[in-house]
Structures are given as structure tokens and as C-alpha cells.
């Protein structure tokens, strides 16, 4: 089966400009998890939707970064105005929605953002 | 306080050697389990090993087994027989039962150089 997309791979940006991110998820898969992984850190969640729902937005900056997913399919990512705290590497992930505690979640490769 | 904790940022290991990467972790919620991944440097996370706090028995998969310390909160992640291709960051991840959203919290990460 095809593994979690995601687009673009690399992104150069400068601060106070707007950049977004593209990811679609395993066929099937209910459950979507955007990661922000700063360099040397683990990822940390930034947002979970369940279906085209949001589940947890706890860790997302709201003041200038937002997500959809629309038709619970795709989701978009999007930071306006960027920081150059901001760079970072945002993962996608998928689960299949099973309510089973080993449930694993799949990744895709990322995109590497650097803000100048 | 800190939900997953790996205390080596850095390890090294003879090629055929077996290595321990450890990783502490702190809840209160009974059922949670906990999941090791690998990142190589492509960026993309792979799924490893997984451990449920109600099994009973270490979890293994090929050269990767976890020692659960369940007492000691711990579940290090030993790798046998070191592979060149073993050089990689891990990370160990815990996903907690009362988590509606079945999200993973990650720890900082371990390198693990193999030498030849």
C-alpha cells in the first residue's frame, strides 16, 4: 500500500511570509497528526483530526499557524506569518482508526522548512 | 514534567555488538503503551517495537526486544547483532489510554552510531 505523502520535501521561506504544507494520508486511514520536529528534539504534536474533526489543538500556535481537512481525506498546513523559530521539519502521520492501544502511526518523510 | 525521557543523546556501538537504548516514562493512567521508532536520516519514522502495559511478556521483533521494567517505569529498547544500517535516531513514544485522541508524545531521541 502507498505509504503517507507529503509535499513539498524542502521549503526555504523568509520571515513574516506565508508557506504551506500538503499531506495525504494512508488510504482508509481515519486518524491524521501533524508533528513539528525541531532539530536534536523529538516530534512534538501539533494537531490531530479524526475524520475532517479536530481531536487536539492544544499544541498548535494559533495566532499564526492553522490546519484542515476537508472531506477527511488531505490535510493542509499552513504558517502565517513565518518565524525563524518555525524551522523545523513537520511530519504527517496516519492511523487506522481501531481504538486499540497498539495502533501504530505511520510517517511520512517530512518537510523541511528553513526560515531566513 | 516530562512524559518520556531518553538520557543518551549519543551512543556508539561495535558493528555486531548489541546495544540498550533507554527510555523512562511517566503516567498515572494504567493502560498506556509505548512504541519505538527509528529515524534514519531519509527523515521518515519507522515503526519498531511496541509494548502494552498490560502484557505480560517482553515484546520482541526480530533484533529489536524491549525490557519493560514496568515497576521502574522503563522500556529500553535493545538491539542485537548491530548492523551498519543500524545508525539511525530513536526515539521512544508512549500513548496513554485516558488520551481520547490516541495521540503519541515522544522523548528527545538517542543517535546510535555503528561502527565498522
Known amino acids: 500500500e502507498a505509504g503517507v505523502a507529503q509535499s513539498p520535501r524542502y521549503k526555504i521561506i523568509e520571515k513574516r511570509q506565508s508557506v504551506a504544507f500538503w499531506c495525504n494520508p494512508i488510504?482508509?486511514?481515519?486518524?491524521l497528526y501533524w508533528y513539528q520536529q525541531i532539530l536534536g528534539q523529538g516530534p512534538k504534536l501539533l494537531i490531530q483530526?479524526?475524520?475532517?474533526?479536530?481531536?487536539?489543538d492544544s499544541q498548535l500556535p494559533k495566532d499564526r499557524f492553522s490546519a484542515e481537512r476537508l472531506k477527511g481525506v488531505d490535510s493542509t498546513l499552513k504558517i502565517q506569518p513565518a518565524k525563524l523559530e518555525d524551522s523545523a521539519v513537520y511530519l504527517c502521520?496516519?492511523?487506522?482508526?481501531?481504538?486499540?492501544?497498539?495502533?501504530?502511526?505511520?510517517f511520512g518523510q517530512g518537510t523541511r522548512l528553513t526560515v531566513v | 514534567a516530562q512524559k518520556i525521557t531518553q538520557t543518551q543523546p549519543g551512543m556508539f556501538v561495535q558493528e555486531k555488538e548489541a546495544v540498550t537504548l533507554d527510555c523512562t516514562y511517566d503516567t498515572s493512567d494504567p493502560s498506556y503503551g509505548l512504541f519505538w521508532y527509528k529515524q534514519p536520516s531519509s527523515g521518515e519514522m519507522i515503526f519498531l517495537i511496541y509494548q502494552g502495559s498490560y502484557d505480560q511478556q517482553n515484546a520482541t521483533e526480530g533484533r529489536y526486544s524491549l525490557n519493560f521494567q514496568k515497576a521502574r517505569k522503563s522500556a529500553n529498547l535493545v538491539i542485537s547483532a548491530s548492523q551498519l544500517g543500524d545508525s539511525a535516531m530513536y526515539f521512544c513514544?508512549?500513548?496513554?489510554?485516558?488520551?481520547?485522541?490516541?495521540?503519541?508524545?515522544f522523548g528527545g531521541g538517542t543517535r546510535l552510531m555503528v561502527k565498522p
Open positions: 502521520a496516519s492511523s487506522a482508526r481501531t481504538g486499540r492501544m497498539n495502533t501504530e502511526a505511520f
Open positions: 513514544a508512549m500513548r496513554e489510554g485516558r488520551n481520547a485522541g490516541n495521540m503519541l508524545t
Open positions: 488510504s482508509g486511514h481515519a486518524t
Open positions: 483530526f479524526q475524520n475532517n474533526g479536530v481531536v487536539d
